[in-house]
């Protein structure tokens, strides 16, 4: 099992900054792929930004050139940073930890909001 708690989301107005992170703890295993997904009302989840043990990183079109994802392996941890936020960044935010190879090795945070006011 892994457990992931997310903190920093919270209320901004548009154009502003906003940094997320996330601790995971337990049975963390190598080869794992660190990311964010966010889910906006009434839309689906989607990846916003993914980052390997290596230091591979994967970002949403939409986000690219304003979002950065970084990650200590040492500290199991990864962070959202999120620059020019708009409205339509307004969502709830989950941290995700999958296996690159084994599929029942993937687990999410319980989510922090994050609201941009326009």
């Known amino acids: 099992q892994v457990q992931l708690v997310e903190s920093g989301g919270g209320l901004v107005q548009a154009g502003r900054s906003l940094r997320l992170s996330c601790a995971a703890s337990?049975?963390?295993?190598?080869?794992?792929?660190m990311g964010w997904y966010r889910q906006a009302p009434g839309k689906k989840r989607e990846l916003v930004a993914s980052?390997?043990?290596?230091?591979?990183?994967d970002y949403l079109d939409i986000v690219k050139g304003r979002f950065t994802i970084t990650r200590d392996n040492a500290k199991n941890t990864v962070h959202l940073q999120m620059n020019s936020l708009e409205a339509e960044d307004t969502a709830v935010y989950y941290c995700?930890?999958?296996?690159?190879?084994?599929?029942?090795?993937?687990?999410w945070g319980q989510g922090t909001q994050v609201t941009v006011s326009s």
């Open positions: 995700n930890i999958q296996h690159r190879y084994l599929d029942g090795y993937n687990y």
């Open positions: 337990g049975s963390i295993f190598s080869d794992n792929v």
């Open positions: 980052i390997t043990v290596s230091g591979t990183t």
